[in-house]
């Protein structure tokens, strides 16, 4: 296995993970003393038996998927189709009950890089960014844009320039700010009010031959806009640029672009898989899930992998116990598209079945590279973004704690911000909690002296890209976050005292709002 040279310290830690799972045992006395539960010789039987490597064989058949398809599992590929047959045939196969739930959702891939030139009277050539975002350049082609080859006169649409103080700028807003828009030139628009999908829409249909929108130009919106439509249906190129290259476009009248885009933008068909155990109160459901898809651009292992991979781990190992409460487990699709999987599957469900839902743990990245031991901070005493989850999920942190905390493994909260699948299940009212080891965020100083690692470096330099592979993973962050998921799983499957109220019904839907914001950067939509 080939390992970034920075983190070569990481592959002698994957040795030490024999040492690390082996002590994963120990908490388990603190939910389930000996003798104390008829079920806990079984629970120390599972918990011993946990181990990374067989994890980290689910995430070898997941790369070997992505690589036999396109290097990719993105939902609506055939690479997330297979990964969708994997993981139900080895559920099959424990002995478990597999659902396999089809929903259809809006697919978007770029297949080539875009192109965005100034032919007159400037000849400029603005830098892309590439589908695999590893880079951001000038401009990006917007999450279901059209596909086309456009040269034309740009004209400007209702533009603030010099920006106003605060943002508020309507460029098309409305469909009369197009009443003298020449059909077959570029539209020029601003960022501000409405979304970016109302913005192309108007402008299609006012017959512009392809959309630039640039940001607004106060501070904080300058960079280039990496944003999202919202759906398909669009026929013509729609990009997003910087605010400096949008003034630049702006004049002199009757400035000359090119437009270059190659898309996929369509309605497809994607799945969950979902699994329960036989036994168990139907009536006192403790779900986990991890979203099984990656991003087109690339393979997936630590986005999201790992946490797949660990949940299956875990549900394999634990398919022969006779929990007191049923335990589900699901695999959620087209999470990067807007967590659109955990949204179908929670809006699906009658008011009877959600209210049996007693918790949900979300697994998503738990092998970072540049990891951080991170928990949901159920009980926001951190202070910080999201307020706190549905009454219980203090009380899920807690059990997290507790874990980390005998193993005298160090943690920090993360914030409840909507990035991830548990964002349906706590504006559902549902308590909720789980695990993360950072994205494309930076580690601070006091995260490295807690976790090791590299100060001022992105949790995970590949996030959302083609190197998002087996070399991505950290072995010792798998292994105890592996340990941290088959505790809390086993600690409620066989509780008596669930989090939350226990007699909470479908009325606390809705109680909380999650952020507006969610999933992994899926884009800016205005």
């Known amino acids: 296995m080939r390992l970034h040279p920075r983190n070569a310290h990481l592959s002698r830690s994957g040795l030490r993970a024999a040492t690390v799972v082996a002590a994963l045992a120990l908490p388990l006395s603190l939910a389930a003393p000996a003798g104390a539960d008829p079920g806990a010789a079984d629970q120390r039987r599972v918990m011993a038996s946990i181990n990374a490597p067989g994890a980290k064989r689910h995430l070898q058949k997941l790369q070997a998927i992505a690589r036999a398809n396109g290097g990719t599992r993105a939902s609506g590929t055939p690479g997330y189709a297979a990964s969708r047959d994997y993981v139900a045939g080895q559920l099959r196969k424990a002995g478990y009950k597999v659902t396999v739930q089809p929903f259809e959702f809006p697919f978007f891939q770029e297949n080539s890089t875009a192109l965005l030139n100034q032919v007159s009277p400037d000849p400029t050539t603005y830098q892309p960014t590439p589908p695999d975002g ?35 700028s309507t460029s098309g807003c409305e469909a009369s700010d197009f009443a003298s828009f020449t059909a077959g030139n570029i539209a020029l628009l601003q960022r501000g009010t409405c979304t970016f999908e109302e913005k192309a829409r108007n402008a299609q249909a006012a017959g512009a031959a392809a959309v630039i929108i640039f940001n607004e130009g106060q501070p904080g919106r300058t960079e280039t806009l990496q944003g999202t439509l919202g759906q398909p249906g669009f026929t013509i190129p729609v990009v997003g640029t910087s605010f400096a290259v949008g003034e630049d476009l702006a004049s002199p009248e009757g400035t000359v672009v090119r437009v270059k885009t190659d898309t996929e933008s369509e309605t497809r068909t994607t799945w969950n898989v979902l699994a329960e155990s036989k036994k168990g109160r139907a009536d006192r459901v403790v779900m986990s899930g991890a979203h099984l898809d990656s991003v087109t651009a690339g393979p997936g292992i630590n986005d999201n992998g790992s946490g797949s991979a660990a949940l299956l781990e875990v549900a394999l190992r634990t398919a022969k116990l006779q929990p007191k409460n049923k335990v589900r487990f699901a695999w959620w699709g087209a999470e990067e598209l807007g967590l659109l999987g955990a949204e179908h599957y929670v809006a699906n469900l009658s008011d009877a079945e959600r209210a049996k839902i007693r918790l949900y743990l979300n697994y998503d990245m738990v092998a970072s590279p540049n990891y951080a031991f991170k928990i949901y901070d159920g009980d926001d005493s951190d202070a910080t973004g999201a307020p706190a989850g549905p009454p219980g999920s203090d009380e899920i942190e807690k059990t997290f704690e507790k874990y980390f905390d005998a193993l005298r493994i160090g943690h920090v909260g993360t914030d409840f911000d909507g990035r991830s699948d548990y964002g349906p299940f706590i504006e559902a009212g549902i308590p909720s909690g789980g695990l993360f080891t950072g994205a494309e965020g930076i580690k601070t100083a006091e995260e490295a002296k807690l976790f090791g690692g590299t100060a001022g470096e992105a949790y995970d330099k590949c996030y959302h890209q083609a190197c998002d592979d087996l070399s991505n993973i950290s072995d010792r962050a798998l292994a105890v976050n592996l340990g941290a998921i088959a505790y809390v799983t086993l600690t409620y499957a066989y509780g008596n005292d669930l989090p939350g109220p226990e007699n909470r019904t479908a009325a606390a839907s809705g109680a909380r709002t999650a952020a507006a914001d969610h999933g992994h950067d899926h884009g800016l939509t205005r």
Do not use: K
Not at 137 to 148: I, K, Q
Not at 149 to 163: G, I, K, R, Y
């Open 134 to 168: 590893g880079t951001v350049g000038d401009f990006a082609t917007m999450t279901y844009s059209g596909s086309g080859d456009v040269t034309a006169t740009v004209q400007a649409v209702d533009l603030t320039l010099p920006p106003s103080p605060e943002p508020g």
